[in-house]
């Protein structure tokens, strides 16, 4: 059985934003049970969680001997183990990891700009002058996003790991208030949500992350 590193203690509350939630998702989607190792901000950068991911962060996968982080690595390689996340057909498989790579890198980078400049940022005394460029950056990808995707149900067919990723991330986009803004991904995203495999895995991560007051 795979074991996941996780927060002890995810700064969202068990809002599942954190990137356990997305591995937690693929693992549900997929049927595959785990198990989960809490651990500390502090002990992310300790020699031992250094050993399984370089850059002292959550989360990582372990199976057997394999030790794998990267949110995009061990979904592909569970999506490779099973079927449910990949389409077979080949011109198809490659067009969901496509998506897989969007979602990470076409995607993800505005909504970090965002959460940087919303929070790290904030105290800086240009940040009032920096925040709508940023969000109009993010709005700039929001919408090409939005005109791809349509009225469609999926980005590309059936549900695929490249739409698991797509929603992780356009979750991300909600608490800023952008997400709103594009009812088609809105709507996508809710979808989602929905699929039992969702329920199950942010269940599973609010059981330890929410508060206790
Ligand atoms: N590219 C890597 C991947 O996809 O696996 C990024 C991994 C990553 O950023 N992990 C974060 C981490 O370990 C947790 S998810 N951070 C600690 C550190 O770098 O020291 C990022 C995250 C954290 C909190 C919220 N939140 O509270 O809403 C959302 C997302």
Redesign the pocket.
């Known amino acids: 059985m795979p074991t996941l590193t996780v ?1 002890d203690r ?4 068990g ?1 599942g ?4 939630m ?1 591995v937690r998702w693929a693992l549900e989607e997929v049927g595959q049970p785990y198990n989960v190792r809490l651990i500390s ?1 502090q002990a ?2 300790e020699p031992a969680h250094l050993a399984l ?1 370089p ?5 990582t996968y372990e199976e057997g001997g394999l030790v794998l ?6 979904i592909f390689h569970i999506a490779q183990q099973h079927e449910g996340l990949l389409p077979a057909d080949a011109p198809a498989r490659a067009r969901a990891i496509t998506w897989m790579f969007a979602a ?1 890198n076409t995607m ?1 980078p505005p909504i970090l700009d965002l ?1 940087i400049a919303r929070i790290i940022e904030a105290k800086m005394p240009w940040a009032q002058e920096r925040l709508p460029l940023v969000m109009d950056r993010a709005r700039v990808r929001l919408g090409q996003l939005s005109a791809r995707l349509e009225d469609g149900e999926w980005l590309d067919g059936a549900f695929s790991a490249g739409d698991l990723l797509m929603v992780s991330v356009l979750l ?1 986009f909600r ?1 800023p208030g952008l997400l709103e803004e594009y009812p088609n991904l809105a709507a996508y995203v809710a979808r989602g949500e929905a699929r039992p495999a969702y329920q199950r895995a942010f269940a599973a991560q609010l059981a330890i992350n929410a508060p206790t007051t």
Request: a neutral charge; zero cysteines; hydrophobic letters at 35%.
């Open positions: 927060f995810s700064p969202d509350e809002k934003l954190a990137r356990d997305r901000f992310m950068k991911h850059f002292g962060q959550i989360p982080f990267e949110t995009g690595s061990i990470l993800e959460t991300r608490i």
